[in-house]
């Protein structure tokens, strides 16, 4: 881990995040490397073909992880960079337990 790229990493969601949530919420933050088949990571559209790795952060409510909680969201990073808000199911917790969270593009199988 690149300790001078996560800190920019953080700054930019704690810059985020401000604007996307109440500050009264208490976030858990859920962090690790993923690998992308293209330099664009999972934002899709035109990157290069090497592939990349970068570093993924899932902030959610602190009592989300109860399975009944009104607060089942989550919001996802990729690189720093804003990626998607979603609701937190079954799927969603597998893929965050095996550190494979779904693209922008493939995030709507979390809606479900």
């Known amino acids: 881990m690149d300790l001078l790229s996560t800190a920019k990493d953080l700054i930019s969601i704690y810059q985020d995040i401000q604007h996307r949530i109440s500050p ?3 976030l858990t933050l859920h962090d690790f490397d993923q690998t992308w088949a293209s330099t664009a ?10 592939m990349t790795t970068a570093r993924t952060y ?15 969201w989550a919001i996802v990073y990729f ?5 998607y808000k979603t609701h937190v ?6 893929d965050l337990k095996n550190h494979q969270m779904a693209s922008v593009a493939e995030s709507g199988r979390y809606m479900k």
Request: no cysteine.
């Open 41 to 50: 990571l999972g934002f899709g559209g035109v990157g290069g073909s090497a």
């Open 79 to 83: 690189g720093g960079r804003f990626a």
């Open 24 to 26: 009264e919420i208490t």
């Open 89 to 94: 199911n079954d799927r969603f917790r597998e």
């Open 58 to 72: 899932v902030l959610m409510p602190s009592y989300v992880l109860k399975p009944y909680s009104f607060q089942n």
